[in-house]
């Protein structure tokens, strides 16, 4: 379902196609405000390549994966035997497992519901295909959007869910890094979320 | 925490006389203003915006037997169970029956105000459960036992050496003066009890009737981790957050969070709709909500005091009150400090416990001013003063004895001709006591002298001059 912000022309755009390269280019803007590393690429098979560097440069060993199946499984495969990461696939796990593995990985990669261009959100709509603990327990979360899932804000996500017949259990709204000011008015980046927040933007298909 | 709100005279006296402390009331206070500015100017009209959130938690209030009703029936057949509780010892009771009813052990908290208005904590360690506050600055405030400084910040006064010393103890881990160090090293400690916890104890920010979900705003993802991974999700909720449909309540979270911490938006915001579904792979399989009442049903049934409730906790009275900014959330000697305080404090404990929390507001009424909740105030502490000398059984006031200067001035002003002769003996009187220019100290008024001066009176009255000036009509 289609929220309705989307279909509404931004003022001074010209059409569809531009209207969603501002919202892509706000969400950047503002997800990198929020202390995200953000990345967009054409189409999702161009992933691999796009997170081959980061993961590497990360040092990750295990990259958990929620939502498989939106992404190009088999490109991802070849580009984790190829760096020697294990890739492990949330569907393939129990319940237990998963709890674990969120806890002992070294990233995860979850594909975002919905994201909210004004404030670089990520919006996960949790479900058995999308577990809750995958975008909080690692130290570095990638999260890929597709960018007909963008809408505006806060408030279009309420236009959003409120169309819906039916609420999921949980429904988490990620805007960057998890923080704390506690001592001393300190800013701390990474507290008990993911140390590192990549985004992925995806700007064709679905 | 045990409230200590009568110990406030002393406290302020102290916080006053600690510089450092005093410095950082203004720093924090001046740094969560200029954010919350910041924040605001997202809005196309930040006016609007507030306005609007003020006129959902009115109207809430107006239908809140309704929407309770309707939240719990939502709540029930989204798969969460519902509970009612009087007041602070039934809500514990209730959180210790399910808890004991699971085995558990370890609990972790995400920050629950009303969860330290019931002293759930000495509660579950009485009864031998181990309890870890989630949030940094409330995790170092439970390990130390003080009082919070900051609704936002718990624990920004206690110095790093000493968040080092704790922390060495506590973890075993090497000194350090780096916050984002000791940060990494209450996460390494915390994650561990997160992993093992039975059961997650949360607040509640907002509720949806329409929808009978929870909404809980954070930064830190601790609610996230102790409502992700434990097999049981406790929800306190006090019960006057409830608001009608979703779309509202992120309405008054996107305020609370620019009002709270001056964000555009918060790192995590959670809408939790029942407990997790069997079929999902985490999140709890148990989602209990308590509806604490503690004193709210009779502050909703009295007209004068219904206003409270409206009250979000996002602190931006804090940060704006000339008393608050001087003396720091401790003084005022319980869970909700600043104009906050002065204004919920004396209707959840009575008014004699909380006499001088709101007679001390200047009344400058800069906290109504930036209230998204549309709280007056002064409104409020004036009803207050106005029991609390008439005295009250309801809300445990005491009738007030007028002091004789008091009625002596109350006597004065009662007819003109008294006004003037009396204004005229006090000012000969205090030119009298009158040394280069400054009064410092008068018979009866001990206290106020103590930190101030007085101006001596000025050679010419108002009214001598007025009827000068106005000789001949003009």
Same mark, same amino acid.
């Given at each position: 379902?289609?929220?309705?912000?989307?279909?509404?022309?931004?003022?001074?755009?010209?059409?569809?196609?531009?209207?969603?390269?501002?919202?892509?280019?706000?969400?950047?803007?503002?997800?990198?405000?929020?202390?995200?590393?953000?990345?967009?690429?054409?189409?999702?098979?161009?992933?691999? &390549?796009? %997170?081959? $560097?980061? #993961? @590497?440069?990360?040092? =990750?060993?295990?990259?958990?994966?929620?939502?498989?199946?939106? +992404?190009?499984?088999?490109?991802?495969?070849?580009?984790?035997?190829?760096?020697?990461?294990? &890739?492990? %696939?949330? $569907?393939? #796990? @129990?319940?237990?497992? =998963?709890?674990?593995?969120?806890?002992?990985?070294?990233?995860? +990669?979850?594909?975002?519901?919905?994201?909210?261009?004004?404030?670089?959100?990520?919006?996960? &709509?949790?479900?058995?295909?999308?577990?809750?603990?995958?975008? =909080?327990?690692?130290?570095?979360?990638?999260?890929?959007?597709?960018?007909?899932?963008?809408?505006?804000?806060?408030?279009?996500?309420?236009?959003?869910?409120?169309?819906?017949?039916?609420?999921?259990?949980?429904?988490?709204?990620?805007?960057?890094?998890?923080?704390?000011?506690?001592?001393?008015?300190?800013?701390?980046?990474?507290?008990?979320?993911?140390?590192?927040?990549?985004?992925?933007?995806?700007?064709?298909?679905? | 925490?045990?409230?200590?709100?009568?110990?406030?005279?002393?406290?302020?006296?102290?916080?006053?006389?600690?510089?450092?402390?005093?410095?950082?009331?203004?720093?924090?206070?001046?740094?969560?203003?200029?954010?919350?500015?910041?924040?605001?100017?997202?809005?196309?009209?930040?006016?609007?915006?507030?306005?609007?959130?003020?006129?959902?938690?009115?109207?809430?209030?107006?239908?809140?037997?309704?929407?309770?009703?309707?939240?719990?029936?939502?709540?029930?057949?989204?798969?969460?169970?519902?509970?009612?509780?009087?007041?602070?010892?039934?809500?514990?009771?209730?959180?210790?029956?399910?808890?004991?009813?699971?085995?558990?052990?370890?609990?972790?908290?995400?920050?629950?105000?009303?969860?330290?208005?019931?002293?759930?904590?000495?509660?579950?360690?009485?009864?031998?459960?181990?309890?870890?506050?989630?949030?940094?600055?409330?995790?170092?405030?439970?390990?130390?036992?003080?009082?919070?400084?900051?609704?936002?910040?718990?624990?920004?006064?206690?110095?790093?050496?000493?968040?080092?010393?704790?922390?060495?103890?506590?973890?075993?881990?090497?000194?350090?003066?780096?916050?984002?160090?000791?940060?990494?090293?209450?996460?390494?400690?915390?994650?561990?009890?997160?992993?093992?916890?039975?059961?997650?104890?949360?607040?509640?920010?907002?509720?949806?009737?329409?929808?009978?979900?929870?909404?809980?705003?954070?930064?830190?993802?601790?609610?996230?981790?102790?409502?992700?991974?434990?097999?049981?999700?406790?929800?306190?909720?006090?019960?006057?957050?409830?608001?009608?449909?979703?779309?509202?309540?992120?309405?008054?979270?996107?305020?609370?969070?620019?009002?709270?911490?001056?964000?555009?938006?918060?790192?995590?915001?959670?809408?939790?709709?029942?407990?997790?579904?069997?079929?999902?792979?985490?999140?709890?399989?148990?989602?209990?909500?308590?509806?604490?009442?503690?004193?709210?049903?009779?502050?909703?049934?009295?007209?004068?005091?219904?206003?409270?409730?409206?009250?979000?906790?996002?602190?931006?009275?804090?940060?704006?009150?000339?008393?608050?900014?001087?003396?720091?959330?401790?003084?005022?000697?319980?869970?909700?400090?600043?104009?906050?305080?002065?204004?919920?404090?004396?209707?959840?404990?009575?008014?004699?416990?909380?006499?001088?929390?709101?007679?001390?507001?200047?009344?400058?009424?800069?906290?109504?001013?930036?209230?998204?909740?549309?709280?007056?105030?002064?409104?409020?502490?004036?009803?207050?003063?106005?029991?609390?000398?008439?005295?009250?059984?309801?809300?445990?006031?005491?009738?007030?004895?007028?002091?004789?200067?008091?009625?002596?001035?109350?006597?004065?002003?009662?007819?003109?001709?008294?006004?003037?002769?009396?204004?005229?003996?006090?000012?000969?009187?205090?030119?009298?006591?009158?040394?280069?220019?400054?009064?410092?100290?008068?018979?009866?008024?001990?206290?106020?002298?103590?930190?101030?001066?007085?101006?001596?009176?000025?050679?010419?009255?108002?009214?001598?001059?007025?009827?000068?000036?106005?000789?001949?009509?003009?």
């Amino acid at each position: 379902m289609k929220p309705e912000s989307k279909k509404e022309p931004k003022e001074g755009g010209g059409g569809d196609k531009s209207d969603l390269t501002a919202l892509m280019d706000e969400f950047s803007s503002q997800a990198q405000l929020a202390a995200a590393r953000t990345v967009r690429i054409k189409k999702v098979e161009d992933l691999p &390549l796009a %997170l081959q $560097d980061y #993961l @590497a440069e990360k040092g =990750v060993k295990t990259l958990l994966v929620a939502g498989q199946d939106r +992404l190009d499984l088999q490109g991802m495969e070849e580009m984790a035997a190829g760096l020697g990461i294990r &890739l492990i %696939l949330c $569907d393939k #796990l @129990a319940k237990e497992e =998963v709890q674990n593995i969120s806890f002992e990985c070294d990233a995860s +990669l979850t594909v975002v519901d919905v994201a909210l261009a004004k404030t670089g959100s990520m919006v996960l &709509l949790h479900g058995m295909e999308s577990p809750r603990l995958p975008s =909080v327990a690692p130290p570095v979360h990638i999260g890929l959007i597709f960018a007909k899932d963008l809408i505006s804000d806060l408030n279009a996500l309420g236009d959003f869910l409120e169309q819906r017949e039916r609420l999921p259990s949980a429904v988490t709204v990620i805007t960057g890094v998890s923080r704390t000011a506690d001592i001393n008015l300190n800013l701390t980046l990474g507290m008990h979320g993911p140390l590192e927040v990549l985004a992925v933007v995806v700007e064709e298909g679905s | 925490m045990k409230p200590k709100t009568e110990l406030f005279r002393r406290n302020a006296r102290e916080s006053l006389n600690n510089l450092a402390q005093r410095q950082l009331a203004q720093q924090i206070a001046g740094l969560f203003r200029m954010l919350r500015q910041f924040a605001m100017q997202s809005y196309p009209d930040p006016k609007k915006a507030l306005g609007e959130v003020a006129e959902i938690r009115r109207r809430s209030l107006e239908e809140l037997p309704e929407l309770l009703v309707r939240f719990s029936e939502n709540a029930e057949a989204a798969g969460a169970r519902v509970h009612w509780a009087r007041d602070a010892e039934e809500a514990c009771q209730k959180v210790v029956d399910i808890l004991e009813r699971h085995g558990a052990k370890l609990v972790v908290k995400g920050k629950s105000m009303v969860s330290e208005e019931i002293e759930l904590n000495e509660v579950l360690k009485e009864k031998g459960i181990e309890v870890y506050e989630g949030d940094l600055g409330e995790f170092i405030a439970q390990q130390v036992g003080i009082s919070p400084f900051h609704i936002v910040a718990p624990a920004v006064h206690m110095p790093v050496s000493e968040i080092s010393r704790l922390f060495t103890q506590i973890m075993g881990i090497e000194p350090t003066e780096d916050p984002a160090r000791l940060g990494r090293a209450a996460r390494s400690y915390l994650r561990e009890k997160f992993r093992q916890a039975d059961c997650g104890i949360t607040g509640v920010n907002v509720a949806v009737a329409d929808t009978g979900s929870i909404v809980l705003v954070e930064n830190e993802g601790n609610i996230r981790l102790a409502t992700s991974k434990p097999r049981v999700h406790i929800a306190l909720m006090s019960l006057e957050k409830v608001v009608p449909t979703l779309k509202e309540a992120l309405q008054v979270v996107d305020v609370l969070v620019k009002s709270c911490t001056g964000q555009k938006i918060s790192a995590y915001i959670s809408i939790i709709t029942g407990a997790a579904k069997p079929w999902e792979k985490d999140g709890p399989e148990e989602l209990h909500i308590i509806i604490v009442d503690n004193g709210r049903t009779k502050i909703y049934s009295t007209p004068e005091t219904r206003e409270a409730l409206r009250c979000i906790r996002c602190g931006a009275c804090l940060g704006v009150c000339p008393v608050y900014t001087r003396i720091g959330g401790p003084a005022y000697g319980w869970v909700y400090s600043g104009p906050m305080g002065a204004v919920l404090n004396p209707l959840l404990l009575g008014l004699d416990r909380c006499r001088d929390l709101f007679e001390a507001c200047t009344q400058c009424g800069y906290c109504q001013e930036v209230c998204p909740a549309g709280i007056k105030h002064l409104d409020m502490y004036h009803h207050y003063r106005g029991l609390s000398w008439r005295g009250s059984t309801e809300w445990r006031a005491e009738k007030g004895r007028i002091p004789f200067g008091l009625k002596l001035w109350a006597w004065a002003v009662g007819s003109p001709s008294r006004y003037i002769m009396g204004g005229r003996l006090a000012r000969f009187f205090l030119k009298v006591k009158s040394r280069e220019g400054r009064i410092r100290d008068l018979p009866f008024l001990k206290g106020w002298f103590a930190v101030r001066d007085l101006p001596s009176p000025s050679a010419v009255t108002f009214r001598d001059w007025w009827s000068s000036a106005h000789k001949g009509g003009r």
